[in-house]
Structure formats: structure tokens, C-alpha cells
T-cell receptor, first 116, second 116 residues
Framework: AQTVTQSQPEMSVQEAETVTLSCTYD???????LFWYKQPPSRQMILVIR??????QNATENRFSVNFQKAAKSFSLKISDSQLGDTAMYFC?????????????FGKGITLSVRP | KAGVTQTPRYLIKTRGQQVTLSCSPI?????VSWYQQTPGQGLQFLFE???????NKGNFPGRFSGRQFSNSRSEMNVSTLELGDSALYLC???????????????FGPGTRLTVT
């Protein structure tokens, strides 16, 4: 079974600064996907960024980038130039890339507050 | 294009009752997954449906069931409600089913169920 661990329950960052959210996972699979989802207060969950395990290059989406360390099973999210709209809960998630049983497994989430 | 819709958005039920939640996927999407979100357990996978067939199931008791209709709309039912069933129930739709090919999941706003 796969597990996803987000050990920091809350973080706070000043607007325009950079923040890194940590995530570790455990799996015996070799092919899988990793995700960061954002859930703003009372709003829908949206996908922030996705990483395929077979790709060595770290994924980047505008101000969002990941540091994927496959051997260490670590998948952190870096948010540059933080904006007030980045305030939300962030979930790290895992999904296998093989077989029929490839549900999303989520971490407990981290609440990020961006201060003006 | 309309997003994933879930009805009702809020629901209050009494212990022992049953409840049915509905999810309408994005037009053209054939897969629907359900998740339960609670402060204590986080996000947990309930089940996934594709072309009216349940493809995956999470570790929930048999009181939790679901189905999918020919138009891809899905319902989930919880019978004999318990206080611990109070949660945000999220539905996510995707073009295809889980497997080796990646299909992004788009989440709905959720149904907030309160059991008293």
C-alpha cells in the first residue's frame, strides 16, 4: 500500500516571498504519478502540478515548481512570489501508473497562509 | 464548458437515516470517482466508476455504495448514517478510467454532509 506524508500542518509566508511545502511518500512501485492539489477556502480542489516518476526533470508551472527526489521518495512544492490568492490547503497525492487499482492517495494536507 | 456539479451542496441528516448524493461530470467525461474528506482522516478514496461499472473501491463499509448511469452521472448512497459519516464528499470526473494512461481528475465543489 502507498502512503503519503505531509508533516507540516501549517505554514505562513509573506506576500512576494518563496515558500516550500514538503511531502514524502512510500511505495514499492516504479511507475507512478505525483501531484500537488490546492483547495482554497470553500472552493473546489484544483490541480497545481503533476510529476511523472519516470521523468528526471522537475515539473514547473509558472510560479510553482517541484523538487522530485525519487530515491529519497520526496516531492516538495516551491511557490515563488507568493500571492494572497495562494492561501489554501495544499495536498500532495500519489497514483500508480499501472494496473486498474490506481486511485489517488492523499496526504493530510498543509494549510498555507500568505500574509499581506 | 460546465464543471463538475454536485447536489445538494449541504445536507443535514439524523443517525440511522440514509442519504443519496449526486454528481454530474464534465460533459464527455466517462469516469467518476468519489472521495470522503474529514479533518481527522483527510481525503480517502471511496470508489471509481467507468461506463456504469465500479472499477475500484476503497476501504469503506458496505453502507457506502454507488452507481453510475448511462449518461455518466453518478450517485453515492450511505445507509444507516453514523455520526462519523459527517464529512465533505467530493466527486471527481475524468475522460477515461484509471490505468496506465493518465487522465486528469477534475473535482466538484463537494457535498457537506452533517449527521446529528
Amino acid at each position: 500500500a502507498q502512503t503519503v506524508t505531509q508533516s507540516q500542518p501549517e505554514m505562513s509566508v509573506q506576500e512576494a516571498e518563496t515558500v516550500t511545502l514538503s511531502c514524502t511518500y512510500d511505495t514499492s512501485e516504479n511507475n507512478y504519478y505525483l501531484f500537488w492539489y490546492k483547495q482554497p477556502p470553500s472552493r473546489q480542489m484544483i490541480l497545481v502540478i503533476r510529476q511523472e516518476a519516470y521523468k528526471q526533470q522537475n515539473a514547473t508551472e509558472n510560479r510553482f515548481s517541484v523538487n522530485f527526489q525519487k530515491a529519497a521518495k520526496s516531492f516538495s512544492l516551491k511557490i515563488s512570489d507568493s500571492q494572497l490568492g495562494d492561501t489554501a490547503m495544499y495536498f500532495c497525492a500519489f497514483r500508480t501508473a499501472t494496473g486498474a487499482n490506481s486511485k489517488l492517495t492523499f496526504g493530510k494536507g498543509i494549510t498555507l497562509s500568505v500574509r499581506p | 464548458k460546465a464543471g463538475v456539479t454536485q447536489t445538494p451542496r449541504y445536507l443535514i441528516k439524523t443517525r440511522g437515516q440514509q442519504v443519496t448524493l449526486s454528481c454530474s461530470p464534465i460533459s464527455g467525461h466517462r469516469s467518476v470517482s468519489w472521495y470522503q474528506q474529514t479533518p481527522g482522516q483527510g481525503l480517502q478514496f471511496l470508489f471509481e466508476y467507468f461506463s456504469e461499472t465500479q472499477r475500484n473501491k476503497g476501504n469503506f463499509p458496505g453502507r457506502f455504495s454507488g452507481r453510475q448511469f448511462s449518461n455518466s452521472r453518478s450517485e453515492m448512497n450511505v445507509s444507516t448514517l453514523e455520526l462519523g459519516d459527517s464529512a465533505l464528499y467530493l466527486c471527481a470526473s475524468s475522460l477515461g478510467a484509471s490505468g496506465t494512461y493518465y487522465y486528469e481528475q477534475y473535482f466538484g465543489p463537494g457535498t457537506r454532509l452533517t449527521v446529528t
